[in-house]
Every structure is written in C-alpha cells, then in structure tokens.
C-alpha cells in the first residue's frame, strides 16, 4: 500500500467510521426495543402473546423484501442521500409506533419498519466497499461490526430508562421510548446527510494525490470483480454447502433472535423489578457473549480446523435454552445468558468458516444467500415463542425447539468443509466434463443473478 492510500485509508476510518458504528448502535436499538414492551401492549393495547411473536417477526420479513431493491437505490443515489433516507424513514415509523392502538396498527407498523430499515446493514458494507480495497477492508468490517455488539450492550439500560417516564404528561412509557428513540434516530439520520461523503471524489478531507492513489486501487479491485460469470440463486441454494451454512445458521438465528425479543418478558418474572432494572438485567448476556466471543476468537484462530469448536458451541446453546425452562427465574437468566454465549460464540466461528467452506468462486453470491435465508429465522423465532405462550402458557415449548435446532445444527456444522476447495463448485459454474477437469482454471468469482 503506497503512502498516500495509506493516509487516505486513515481519515476515512477516522472521519466515517465513528457515524457509521453510530447509525448500526441505533439501527438495533430500534428494531429490537420491542422486546421490553410485550407486557405493556398487553396490558394497554390488547396485544397477545402470540400477536406480539408476529408482530416482531414481520419486521424481517419487510427487510427481506426490499433489500435487495434497496441497494440498487442506494448505488442509484449514493450512500449520502440513501443511508440517510433509510435512517430517516425508520425514526419516523418508530414516532410512529407511539400511536399503536390495536393489533392491525402493530403488524403494519413492525412490517414497515422492516421496509424502512431495509438495505442499511448490507447497504454500509457497500459504502465501505466504495471506499476502501480490500486490502483494508477487513478492519473497517470489524470497526463497524463493533456497532452490533455494542447495540446489545446500550439497549437494555436505555430502553429501560426511557420506560420508566411512565405517566409523565399523561403518556405510557413505552410510547416516551419510542418517541424519543425515533426521534434520536431522525436527528442522526439528518446529522449523516451533513457529514456522509458518497463518493472519494468529492471528499474535502482527501488531498488530489490521496484521491487518486485510493480511487485507483478501489477501482482496481472492481475491475477484478467485474466479469464474473452469473450463477442463480436457485442454483446455488441447491449446492450442498451453501444448504448446510444455511441450515447452522438458521439455527444461530433462532437462538439470536428468541433472547432478543422475549428475554425482557422472562427477566421480569422475576418480580419486583424496575424497567430500568430490567434493562440492566438484559444486558448481562450481552456483555458475556462480547467477552466470551473475543476470548474465543483469539484461540480458535490459530485452531487447524474450527468445526469441534462450532459443534460445542452449539451444544452449549442447546444447554443453555434447555435448562431456561428449568429452576427460577434468576435460574433462568443464567441459563439464557449461556445460551447465549454459545449462540454469539457459534457465529463468530461461522463465519470464517463459511468465507473459507466455499469456492472462490461461489464465496461472495453464497454468503449473501445464507445471510437473507438464515435471517428469517429472526421472523420464526419470536412467532413461534409467541404462539406457544399463548397456547400452552409458557414458553418451554419454544426453548426446548431451540435446543432442537441447535442439536440438529452440530448435525450440519460438521460436514461443512473447512477450506475453499470445492470440486462441486465446478460443477455447479460449469458442468461440462472439460471444465470439471480442470477446476484450478481461470474461472472468476461470480455474482448472484
């Protein structure tokens, strides 16, 4: 790397990065604060167990949806006007949730904040794509991914915070959170269209020599990208490693997803809590998983074969959700906080795993289907929970399906391969004989069609 990219790459990590990191903080602040509140749309709006499971499910479907038409506007307008528009939009549908008033309100609600918000997440990863080689992208990955972590470490506390307005001027305290969360959102978002920078060209802070020497490379590494061959999704959904990532994160995903939105409800159980107390609680197995992930990343890195370390990992998620129906409920918070642990565990050691389990050539279109496949597991998960708290009274029959799904994801963990060479994929690129013979070949990494 030359001098001035050298320097380029810096100021933009300095510059960008910290509003990016911000907007991923909110972004899961807003999509999960749902999760404190089931008790209070129960109590004041009506809305049961097995509504409120939906209604915090359709959010994913929503996002599903319009994702992908999502990132073609944002390569359209640029991620100044985009991103800013995307966090705009969602703060205005969270204004909006002060006014739920029955179940149909709520659906539509949760639904079009899934619209809204669709395309950030993959959306920024572009813009850094825009921005950085790839040479440098692995640390702004990781700077920006930081904003998730941290999302479950600032939700409880603040939600909990929030609630406990109740009755000032007259309002519940969960139409105060979300006023003043979709608020904070809207004032980042119009903050981002100051600050965000859309193209290398036109950022002030780059001297001439900086811009080109960045532009250059960034454009070098999508002069590589640009005449890769197409492959379906279709097909490769049928490729048997992109089904088995699928499958082991699925799993992941409903474990994830489950202790976001119905940890709060089980904390409270205990009794005698304040909601910010129980924001405090909820942040517990948050902080564990960050410790225990960094922990464990330092060791398997250097680990031959990840596989093992997956396959215990989901175990211990399936531990943790089984002994949740168990003991006390002070009991069952140190259980979920193992399942948890485990689940967050599991997904740090995935996806190196799945980036290097893949061909070359099949990596990128791959990864991207088993991220929007196994992400539904977020609209599974809080369903399921929610219709078998209404039926059976309890949420045992959900946990006990997560550990399931987890004893079954170490079925699938294990079989997937642990290097890049895949003959299969030859085959699935081109299925000649002649091409089969030779899969070290020129081929090109493909992009999803």
Known sequence: MSEPESRAVGKFLRRMMPLLVLMLLVNNLDRTNVGFIESELQADVGIGATAYGLGAGLFFIGYALFEVPSNMLLERFGARVWLTRIMITWGLVIVAMCFIHNVTTFYALRFLLGVAEAGFFPGAMLYITQWLPDSSRGRATAIFLGGSAAAGIVTGPVTGALLELHGAGGFAGWRWMFALEGTF??????????????????????????????????????????????????????????????????????????????????????????????????????????????????????????????????????????????????????????????????????????????????????????????????????????????????????????????????????????ARADSAAQQLLDPSPEAHRNPEGDAQRPVVS
Request: aromatic share 10%; with cysteine; net charge neutral.
């Open 185 to 418: 959102s809207i004032l980042v978002g119009i903050a981002a269209g100051f600050f965000l920078v859309s193209r290398i060209e036109d950022a002030p802070w780059l001297t001439r020599e900086e811009k080109d020497a960045l532009g250059a490379a960034v454009a070098q590494d999508e002069e590589a990208r640009s005449g890769a061959p197409k492959v379906s999704r279709l097909r490769l959904l049928f490729h048997r490693q992109v089904a088995l990532l699928i499958g082991a994160f699925f799993a992941m995903t409903l474990t994830g997803y489950a202790i976001t939105f119905w940890l709060p409800s089980l904390i409270e159980e205990i009794g005698g809590l304040s909601s910010f107390e129980v924001g405090l609680l909820s942040a517990i197995p948050a902080v564990c998983s960050m410790i225990a992930m960094y922990s464990m990343s330092h060791f398997t890195d250097r680990a031959p074969d990840r596989r093992p370390y997956l396959a215990l990992m989901l175990v211990v998620s399936a531990l943790g959700t089984f002994l949740a129906t168990l003991g006390s409920p002070w009991f069952g918070l140190a259980a979920i906080t193992l399942a948890g642990v485990g689940s967050k565990c599991a997904a740090t050691l995935f996806w190196p795993m799945a980036q290097s389990g893949l061909d070359l050539r099949i990596a990128a279109p791959g990864l991207a289907l088993v991220n929007s496949i196994g992400n539904l597991g977020g609209f599974v998960s809080p369903t399921l929970f929610g219709y078998l708290k209404d039926t059976t009274g309890s949420t045992n029959g959900g946990l006990y399906t997560l550990s399931a799904a987890s004893l079954l994801a170490v079925v699938a963990a294990m079989f997937i391969r642990g």
